[in-house]
């Protein structure tokens, strides 16, 4: 099963909202990574976890809040975001070992109003 | 100069062409190799991965990897339209073992 599974699928929220991403996967992997892709772009890393721990933040906006409950689940809590935050949000999850391929979910498709 | 460079097309071919899509770095530290595709509105999906040089093949497809010109080939033969999405090119080196580098994407469309 090379299954990441990302909820919900589409997410429309105000700029004073709080709302959360959730990212799932079964593959035993231990490092999980949020990404943001804009149209017609590729994606950007926003947040990598390894060993269910903080290890790259590539300078994202506090706006976004990463978290690692275990080793199959990562959240990312959105608080106070801006119409130009509105974005498909990857998750995607591989083995912490250099070359290990990354596999990625289907996506949150979040537009901010 | 970027590090990963990818013609971003638009390509269109007639079905059952050989699709050839390509990527130049500059890294030359790079050593993973991947292809994803990407369907509209969907995550990418892992199609091909390669370590160092060489070919692999799977299938219609088949990944080349040319560190001494540092490029790098994916070849789709008997193109079918449902291979119409957007092809990414990403390669990590060995030392970085979380991120990866993209290229920015090449949308193909095959037509009936």
């Known amino acids: 099963d090379t299954e990441v599974t990302q909820t919900p699928k589409h997410l429309v929220m105000g700029m004073t909202n709080k709302k959360s991403l959730k990212c799932e996967q079964h593959?035993?992997?231990?490092?999980m990574y949020w990404y943001k892709q804009k149209a017609k772009k590729p994606p950007e890393l926003m947040f990598v976890?390894?060993?269910?721990?903080?290890?790259i933040n590539e300078s994202v906006p506090s706006r976004f809040s990463p978290e690692c409950p275990n080793s199959s689940l990562l959240n990312l809590h959105l608080h106070a975001l801006q119409p130009e935050d509105s974005a498909l949000y990857l998750c995607?999850?591989?083995?912490?070992?250099?070359?290990?391929?990354?596999?990625f979910g289907p996506g949150t498709r979040l537009t901010v109003l | 100069q970027k590090e990963v460079e990818q013609d971003p097309g638009p390509l269109s071919v007639p079905e059952g062409a050989i699709v050839s899509l390509n990527c130049t770095y500059s890294?030359?530290?790079?050593?993973?190799f991947m292809w994803y595709r990407q369907y509209s509105r969907k995550g990418p999906e892992l199609l091909m991965y390669?370590?160092?040089?060489g070919n692999k093949e799977d299938g219609r497809f088949t990944a080349q990897v040319d560190k001494s010109s540092k490029y790098i080939s994916l070849f789709i033969r008997d193109s079918q339209p449902s291979d119409s999405a957007t092809y990414l090119c990403?390669?990590?080196?060995?030392?970085?073992?979380?991120?990866?580098?993209f290229g920015s994407g090449t949308q193909l469309t095959v037509l009936p």
């Open positions: 390669t370590y160092s040089s």
């Open positions: 976890y390894s060993y269910e721990k903080l290890s």
């Open positions: 995607a999850s591989s083995q912490p070992r250099p070359g290990n391929e990354q596999f």
């Open positions: 593959m035993g992997h231990r490092a």
């Open positions: 990403a390669m990590r080196d060995s030392g970085s073992a979380r991120q990866l580098t």
């Open positions: 890294n030359s530290a790079f050593q993973y």
